[in-house]
């Protein structure tokens, strides 16, 4: 799904290629459940993954980390 690279965010923090779709996955419409099937993880882990990147990216929202990782380059 993602191009496998890494997305710098800010000196020493990047965006995962496994942030990147799941981030991508949540700019297209899909839910955590549908992330999670369409990814072939549990939604635990897709949950996790979210927290992550709303770390990295310095965001508390699924929208915020969206418009943010886009706004850093992210190919959302």
Do not use: K
């Given at each position: 799904m993602s191009g496998r690279g890494s997305?710098?965010?800010?000196?020493g923090r990047e965006l995962s290629p496994r942030m990147?779709?799941?981030?991508?996955?949540a700019a297209a419409g899909a839910n955590v459940?549908?992330?999670?099937?369409?990814?072939?993880i549990a939604e635990g882990t897709v949950r996790t993954i979210r927290q992550a990147a709303f770390e990295r990216l310095g965001v508390?929202?699924?929208?915020?980390?969206?418009?943010?990782?886009?706004?850093?380059g992210a190919p959302l």
């Open positions: 997305y710098v965010v800010e000196a990147v779709d799941v981030l991508r996955a459940d549908e992330t999670a099937h369409e990814l072939g508390h929202s699924i929208t915020a980390a969206i418009a943010e990782a886009r706004r850093r």
